[in-house]
C-alpha cells in the first residue's frame, strides 16, 4: 500500500539516484572514439548508415537535436568558447554568412568536395562543406488548381487562395520571401501588398500551413502553400495507401534554392575524427541514404536518387537564389519590411 | 526543528536554483548587456522607452489577467461538484481534465481551429482573435484551478456553511462569506500558477493568435533567434523579471494575509451522490459542461488518429510499432519509456526540493521568507529561451550538463517546482500548531512531530502536486525546446517530428501518438490519484 512515508521514501531514493547518475554521467564520456553531431530537428539518416561509418572507423556518433537551423546557430555562436559538439549539420544559405562570419567552424577542404554541385559551393573558405539542398517552392492541390499553375506565382489576386508561413519564425517562408525579392527585386513590395490586399493567410510555421490549412493536406480551404518541391514525393512515400500520383504539383517558377552544410566546430577535441565524419558524410553510402530520410537532394552530384524523387520531387531547372553574404547584410531589414507590409 | 535540518531544508532548494536557475539567466544576461566585460545599459532604455515594446508588455499583462480570471469562473462551479458530490465517473473525469495540460500546442490548435474557426462547427470564426487565445489559455489551465482548489474543498466541513444558512444567510452570502475566505489560499495559490503560465504564453499566442499578438516571450524569442539581438533580448528579459517579481510580491502579502488554520474532514465525508433533481440536474450540467470545453477538442484528435479511410483503423497505430530503421524514426514504446522514466526523475527533483523549500516558506516569516518564497515562483515567470540559453552558456563547469540528458528532467523540474512550493504552502500553513504542541509535549521529537502530524496532511498536496508535476515533464513545458538535446525522443518530440514532414501518414501516425500521449496522462493521474485517495483515511 502506498503510505504517505513510502511515496516521499520512494521519491528521496530517486532523487539520490539522479545526483549518482549525475556525477557519473560528468565521469565518463568524451573519449576521442565516439564524436557529437549537432544537427537541427529535420536531420534523419538510416541507422545502418551510421553504423557503418562506427564500423569503418571505430568512431561512434551522437546526434545532439539543436532545434530549427536558427536556434542551432545560436547555441553554436553562445557556446562557442567551449563547443557542445565537434560537428554540426544543417547550416543552410540564409544563415550561411552569418555562420562563418562568426568563425564557429574551422576550415577544412574534404578530399571529395570535388564531387558535389557547382551551385552549392557557397562558401569558398571552406569552414562549411555543403552536404544537401532543396527547394522552397508555391505547392499546389491538384483538384482545386485550374489552368497553368505557372501563373500562380506573380499572380496578385492569388492571396485568398495561399497560406505562407511568417518569414521571422520559419524558414521556408524566408525562403519564399527571398524568392519574391529575387524575382522582383524592385516591386517585390508591391507584390506583397497586394497580396495581402487578396487576402494572403500568414501562420507561424510549415506544420500548421501545410496540416492545417493546404486543402492538398487537410481540412483547410488553401489551395496553395509555400511548403518543399520534395513535398509530392513524401505524399507517395507516406500515403496512407499506395498511390501512383501524389495529389499535389509545384510551381517550378517559385522555387527558391536551398543548400545546407556541415562543419568541424572550432575547440572540438576530436578535430581528425570531425574530418573523418565529413568525409563519411560526402560519401555514396551516405549521400545516396539522404533523400528518403531528408526528403532533400544530396549534394554529390554522382549519387543515385531513388526512383519516387526521380518521378515525383521537383528541382527547378533554375532556382530563385539570392547570395549568401547579401542575405546576411539585408535579413532584418527584409523581415521588418516584409512584417510592416503583410502584419501591420 | 534541528538547525542542521533546517539548514538542510533550505540549502536544497537555494543550492538548487542558484545553480540551474539563478546562474544561467544571470549568464545570460550579462552576455547580452556586457559582452566584452564592459556594460552596457542601452538596451535597457530602448525597453524603457520604445513604445511598441511596451505595447507588448501591455498586452502580455493584460491577457494573462484576463485569462487568469477567465480560468477561475470556468474552473469554480467544475471544482464545487467534484468536492461535493460523488457521481460515477468522476475519478476519471477528473482525470481527463488534467490531458488538455499536456498537449502540444500544434495539435491542440489545429483541434481549436476545427470547433472555432472559420468553418467550424460553432459557426462563428474566432481565429485569429484574442478570443480564441482566451479559449486556449482556459483549456490549458481549467485543470489547475479544478485539482488545486478542488483539492482543499472536497475537505472543508460542509458544515460551516450550513451553519451559515442556518442563521439566515442566502446561498451565495454562505459562500461569499464562509466558504470563499476558506478556499482564498488555495484559490489565490492557483491563480498566480495560472497567471505566470500565461504570462508566458509562448505557442498559444505565436499559433492561434496569427502573428498580430506578441507577448513578452514571444518577443524575447523573435529578439535572440531571429535577430540575434542579444542585448534587447536581455533587456526584455529583465523587463519580464521585474514585472514578474512585482506582481508575485504583492501576490506574496495578500497570501500571507489569507492563511488560515482548517479543520479537515476526509472527502469521503463530505462528498455525496446528488439527491434532490436539482442536483442531479447540476451535476449533469457541469459534466456536460466539462466535455465541452476540456474534451471535445481532444476527442476530435482521437477521432483523425482513427480515421484512416479504408485502410484498417489501426493503421496509424500499427505504422507507430515499426522503428523504421532511421534515427530520427521513433516507436511508440521508445517514447512512452523516454517520457516516464524523464518524467519520473522530473517529479523526484521538484518533489524533494519543493517540499523543502514549501516547509521553509510556510513555517518561516519575515521579509528573507517572502524573498524566497518569490524566488521560488519565479522559474515559472522566466522566458523558456532565457532559461535554456542560459543553461545552455552556464552549466559546463563544473561537470558538462549541456548535452546531457539529465538536463531534460533538471529543466522540467525548474517549471514543476512552483507548483509542488504553492500546492503545499497553504495546506502546511492550515495544520494547527496545537497538535503539533501536544505532539511536543507528548515527548515526541521535532521530525518526529512532522512525520505524526504535518506529512499525513501534506501528502494530499503532495498528491496533487507530484501529478502536476509529472504532467508538466510529460508536455515537456519549459527550457528544453531550447537546449540541444541528446537524443531521447518523448512522447511531444516525437508527436513534432513526425509532423515535420509532408505524407498523410505522417499526420495520422502524429495524432495516434497524441492519442497515446492522453492515454498515458490520463493513466498517470488516475494513479497519482488512487495514492491521495488512500492517504487522506489517515486522518
Known amino acids: ?344 | 526543528m534541528s538547525k542542521l535540518a533546517r539548514a538542510a531544508l533550505i540549502g536544497l532548494p537555494l543550492g538548487f536554483l542558484a545553480l540551474f536557475y539563478v546562474y544561467p539567466v544571470a549568464s545570460i544576461i550579462i552576455e547580452g548587456l556586457a559582452p566584452d566585460g564592459v556594460p552596457d545599459f542601452s538596451p535597457l532604455r530602448e525597453v524603457a522607452t520604445s513604445g511598441s515594446i511596451r505595447g507588448v508588455l501591455w498586452f502580455t499583462l493584460w491577457q494573462a489577467i484576463a485569462s487568469t480570471v477567465l480560468t477561475i469562473l470556468a474552473a469554480m462551479p467544475v471544482a464545487y461538484t467534484f468536492a461535493r458530490f460523488h457521481f460515477p465517473g468522476k475519478r476519471l473525469l477528473s482525470a481527463l481534465l488534467t490531458v488538455p495540460f499536456v498537449m502540444p500546442t500544434v495539435v491542440v490548435a489545429a483541434a481549436f481551429l476545427a470547433i472555432f474557426g472559420s468553418s467550424g462547427y460553432l459557426g462563428i470564426d474566432l481565429s485569429r482573435s484574442i478570443w480564441i487565445i482566451l479559449a486556449a489559455h482556459v483549456f490549458y489551465n481549467v485543470a489547475i484551478v479544478v485539482r488545486t482548489v478542488g483539492g482543499l474543498w472536497a475537505h472543508l466541513d460542509p458544515r460551516l456553511e450550513e451553519a451559515a444558512r442556518t442563521l439566515g444567510a442566502t446561498r451565495w452570502e454562505a459562500f461569499r462569506t464562509v466558504t470563499l475566505p476558506l478556499l482564498s489560499p488555495a484559490l489565490l495559490a492557483a491563480a498566480s500558477i495560472v497567471f505566470l503560465f500565461t504570462f508566458t504564453s509562448f505557442g498559444v499566442v505565436l499559433i492561434l493568435g496569427g502573428l498580430q499578438y506578441a507577448t513578452l516571450e514571444v518577443e524575447i524569442y523573435r529578439q535572440t533567434i531571429v535577430f540575434n539581438d542579444l542585448p534587447l533580448a536581455a533587456g526584455l528579459a529583465l523587463a519580464q523579471l521585474g514585472a514578474v517579481s512585482s506582481i508575485l510580491w504583492a501576490y506574496g502579502r495578500s497570501q500571507r494575509r489569507r492563511s488560515v488554520e482548517l479543520s479537515l474532514l476526509p472527502s469521503d465525508s463530505v462528498a455525496r451522490p446528488p439527491r434532490t433533481p436539482r442536483q442531479r440536474w447540476a451535476v449533469g450540467a457541469v459534466v456536460a459542461y466539462v466535455w465541452v470545453i476540456a474534451l471535445a477538442p481532444l476527442a476530435l484528435l482521437v477521432a483523425r488518429s482513427f480515421d484512416t479511410g479504408s485502410a484498417g483503423p489501426l493503421a496509424f497505430y500499427e505504422a507507430l510499432a515499426d522503428t523504421g530503421g532511421s534515427t530520427a524514426s521513433v516507436s511508440a514504446l521508445e517514447a512512452i519509456g523516454n517520457s516516464l522514466w524523464i518524467a519520473a526523475v522530473a517529479t523526484a527533483i521538484a518533489t524533494v526540493v519543493g517540499l523543502s523549500a514549501a516547509a521553509v516558506v510556510a513555517y518561516t516569516k519575515g521579509t528573507a521568507a517572502r524573498g524566497f518564497d518569490l524566488l521560488l515562483m519565479l522559474p515559472l515567470g522566466t522566458s523558456a529561451v532565457t532559461i535554456g540559453f542560459g543553461m545552455l552558456i552556464a552549466l559546463d563547469w563544473p561537470v558538462d550538463l549541456r548535452a546531457s540528458v539529465l538536463l531534460i528532467p533538471l529543466a522540467h523540474a525548474l517549471v514543476a517546482i512552483p507548483f509542488v512550493v504553492r500546492v503545499s504552502v497553504p495546506v502546511m500553513r492550515s495544520v494547527r500548531p496545537r497538535l503539533r504542541e501536544a505532539a511536543a509535549t507528548l515527548g515526541a521529537p521535532p521530525g518526529r512531530v512532522w512525520r505524526e502530524i504535518d506529512l499525513p496532511i501534506v501528502a494530499r498536496a503532495l498528491a496533487v502536486s507530484a501529478g502536476f508535476a509529472f504532467a508538466i515533464s510529460l508536455g515537456e513545458f519549459g527550457a528544453t525546446s531550447f537546449i540541444a538535446r541528446p537524443d531521447t525522443p518523448t512522447l511531444p518530440v516525437a508527436i513534432f517530428r513526425l509532423l515535420g514532414r509532408p505524407g498523410a501518414l505522417n499526420l495520422g501516425q502524429a495524432m495516434a501518438m497524441s492519442t497515446i500521449l492522453m492515454v498515458v496522462t490520463a493513466t498517470v493521474i488516475l494513479t497519482v490519484d488512487r495514492l491521495r485517495v488512500r492517504d487522506v483515511g489517515d486522518f
Open chain 1, 1 to 344: 500500500m502506498f503510505t504517505a512515508r513510502s511515496v516521499l521514501r520512494h521519491s528521496t531514493r530517486a532523487a539520490m539516484a539522479a545526483t549518482i547518475a549525475i556525477v557519473a554521467a560528468s565521469c565518463g564520456g568524451g573519449g576521442a572514439d565516439s564524436i557529437t553531431l549537432l544537427a537541427h530537428s529535420s536531420f534523419a539518416i538510416s541507422e545502418s548508415t551510421l553504423q557503418a561509418f562506427t564500423e569503418e572507423t571505430g568512431i561512434e556518433v551522437e546526434i545532439l537535436d539543436g532545434g530549427d537551423a536558427g536556434a542551432m546557430l545560436s547555441q553554436a555562436v553562445l557556446t562557442s568558447d567551449n563547443p557542445i559538439a565537434d560537428v554540426i549539420y544543417g547550416i543552410d544559405n540564409t544563415f550561411l554568412s552569418r555562420a562563418v562570419s562568426e568563425e564557429i567552424t574551422i576550415p577544412y577542404e574534404s578530399p571529395l568536395i570535388d564531387g558535389v554541385h557547382d551551385f552549392t559551393r557557397l562558401d569558398l573558405t571552406n569552414r562549411f562543406t555543403p552536404m544537401d539542398y532543396g527547394d522552397v517552392c508555391l505547392q499546389y492541390d491538384r483538384q482545386a488548381i485550374e489552368g497553368d499553375p505557372s501563373a500562380l506565382f506573380g499572380d496578385p489576386s492569388l492571396g485568398d487562395r495561399l497560406v505562407v508561413e511568417d518569414p521571422a519564425t520559419s524558414s521556408p517562408g524566408l525562403a519564399f520571401l527571398l524568392s519574391t525579392i529575387s524575382a522582383f527585386p524592385d516591386t517585390w513590395q508591391d507584390y506583397w501588398r497586394q497580396l495581402r490586399e487578396s487576402g494572403v493567410l500568414v501562420v507561424s510555421g510549415w506544420e500548421e500551413a501545410y496540416y492545417g490549412e493546404f486543402s492538398g493536406a487537410s481540412d483547410g480551404d488553401r489551395p496553395v502553400v509555400v511548403s518543399y518541391g520534395s513535398s509530392p514525393a513524401a505524399e507517395v512515400v507516406f500515403a496512407v495507401e499506395p498511390i501512383d500520383e501524389p495529389g499535389t504539383g509545384i510551381v517550378e517558377e517559385s522555387c527558391f534554392r536551398q543548400v545546407e552544410f556541415a562543419g568541424i566546430l572550432d575547440g572540438t577535441g576530436a578535430e581528425d575524427e570531425a574530418k573523418q565524419l565529413i568525409d563519411f558524410m560526402l560519401s555514396t553510402t551516405f549521400q545516396e541514404d539522404i533523400p528518403l530520410n531528408m526528403f532533400v537532394f544530396p549534394a554529390l552530384e554522382s549519387a543515385q536518387l531513388p526512383q519516387v524523387f526521380i518521378d515525383h520531387a521537383v528541382v527547378a531547372r533554375e532556382p530563385r537564389s539570392i547570395d549568401p553574404a547579401e542575405i546576411a547584410a539585408n535579413r532584418d531589414r527584409w523581415i521588418d519590411e516584409w512584417t510592416e507590409i503583410v502584419l501591420r
